[in-house]
């Protein structure tokens, strides 16, 4: 099992960090873990493409998690001529209605995919890619899920858990995928110690956790339980007995020198496994139940 940080920033600008993205590599699955502003480019960069992805989980839908959907969804339909699976995609409510006014009759793009499917030179392009008229409009197969829900891959399963961040306006989910060669927990986007993450994560070779903030300097307390912090993120992995914690999400006052280093040697005093910066294009590879190899 392959995976691929796409995007460890926030919805702050930035050249280096793009908006969150997690791209895993089971089998022949390729699963897309939130897909924020910029995780597209970094999973073109991976070497993937958007008809590689096969299943798409998003956590909540603040736009820094799932801006990039709807570029994933138009070009996988474009690209795939309709010779590809219809994309797989989980997330919590309102989803559904989130996709249908993306891309239904109505939609955002209704009037470029109606152009797509009707204009003589786009049939061309579509025939020249080897579809066959006539054009179907793009259809991923959203299902609605909540925290508890389990979803069964070929040779995965993922398990929907709570999230602690910015309910009840938005429902937050983080994620457990269990494969044979390991298992990875993405908190989402997560504060404070959640019991939720502590239970989803039991165990896991990897946690990849918010860590937003420097512990101390969080502006008030229910922002410290929205948004992760490292002395907190360090509680949660212990508890957890996860092997690895990888810190993403983070903002750019605690990615410097200095402070990074702090960060990850407070972390380990509390934590015994081993601790990583996440840094997008950063790959972690699983095999037989530990992390093998970690590039970039
Ligand atoms: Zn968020």
Redesign the pocket.
């Given at each position: 099992m392959k995976i691929t940080l796409l995007g460890t920033g926030t919805p702050a600008p930035s050249l280096a960090r793009q908006s969150s993205g997690y791209l895993l590599e089971v089998d022949d699955d390729l699963i897309v873990m939130d897909h924020g502003p910029g995780a597209h480019q970094r999973l073109i960069e991976s070497g993937h493409r958007a008809v590689d992805v096969s299943h798409v989980f998003i956590s909540?839908l603040?736009y820094?998690?799932c801006m990039d959907y709807p570029r994933l969804v138009l070009q996988r339909w474009d690209m795939g001529a309709g010779r590809i699976l219809d994309l797989q995609v989980y997330g919590p409510p309102p989803i559904a209605r989130m996709t249908e006014l993306l891309f239904g009759e109505d939609g955002v793009w209704g009037p470029d995919i109606r152009a797509r499917i009707e204009h003589e030179s786009s049939i061309f392009v579509f025939q020249e890619r080897g579809g066959k008229p006539p054009r179907k409009r793009p259809a991923p197969c959203v299902k609605e899920v909540h925290a508890g829900d389990v979803v069964e891959g070929g040779a995965w399963k993922v398990t929907v858990g709570k999230a602690s961040?910015?309910q009840p306006q938005l429902e937050?989910l983080a994620f457990r995928l269990d494969g044979d060669e390991g298992s990875v927990c993405y908190s989402g986007?997560s504060g404070g110690v959640c019991e939720e993450i502590v239970e989803l994560a039991r165990g896991c070779d990897v946690l990849i956790h918010m860590n937003h903030y420097f512990s101390g300097t969080e502006p008030t307390a229910s922002y410290r339980q929205a948004c992760g912090n490292h002395r907190d993120n360090a509680v949660i992995a212990k508890r957890a007995g996860v092997k690895t914690l990888v810190l993403s999400h983070v903002l750019a006052q605690i990615d410097q020198p200095g402070v990074r280093e702090r960060i990850v040697h407070e972390v380990q005093q509390e934590f015994d496994g081993k601790v990583i910066w996440g840094e997008d294009l950063m790959r972690l590879t699983l095999a037989a139940h530990g992390l093998a190899k970690v590039e970039g």
């Amino acid at each position: 099992m392959k995976i691929t940080l796409l995007g460890t920033g926030t919805p702050a600008p930035s050249l280096a960090r793009q908006s969150s993205g997690y791209l895993l590599e089971v089998d022949d699955d390729l699963i897309v873990m939130d897909h924020g502003p910029g995780a597209h480019q970094r999973l073109i960069e991976s070497g993937h493409r958007a008809v590689d992805v096969s299943h798409v989980f998003i956590s909540h839908l603040h736009y820094d998690h799932c801006m990039d959907y709807p570029r994933l969804v138009l070009q996988r339909w474009d690209m795939g001529a309709g010779r590809i699976l219809d994309l797989q995609v989980y997330g919590p409510p309102p989803i559904a209605r989130m996709t249908e006014l993306l891309f239904g009759e109505d939609g955002v793009w209704g009037p470029d995919i109606r152009a797509r499917i009707e204009h003589e030179s786009s049939i061309f392009v579509f025939q020249e890619r080897g579809g066959k008229p006539p054009r179907k409009r793009p259809a991923p197969c959203v299902k609605e899920v909540h925290a508890g829900d389990v979803v069964e891959g070929g040779a995965w399963k993922v398990t929907v858990g709570k999230a602690s961040h910015v309910q009840p306006q938005l429902e937050c989910l983080a994620f457990r995928l269990d494969g044979d060669e390991g298992s990875v927990c993405y908190s989402g986007d997560s504060g404070g110690v959640c019991e939720e993450i502590v239970e989803l994560a039991r165990g896991c070779d990897v946690l990849i956790h918010m860590n937003h903030y420097f512990s101390g300097t969080e502006p008030t307390a229910s922002y410290r339980q929205a948004c992760g912090n490292h002395r907190d993120n360090a509680v949660i992995a212990k508890r957890a007995g996860v092997k690895t914690l990888v810190l993403s999400h983070v903002l750019a006052q605690i990615d410097q020198p200095g402070v990074r280093e702090r960060i990850v040697h407070e972390v380990q005093q509390e934590f015994d496994g081993k601790v990583i910066w996440g840094e997008d294009l950063m790959r972690l590879t699983l095999a037989a139940h530990g992390l093998a190899k970690v590039e970039g």
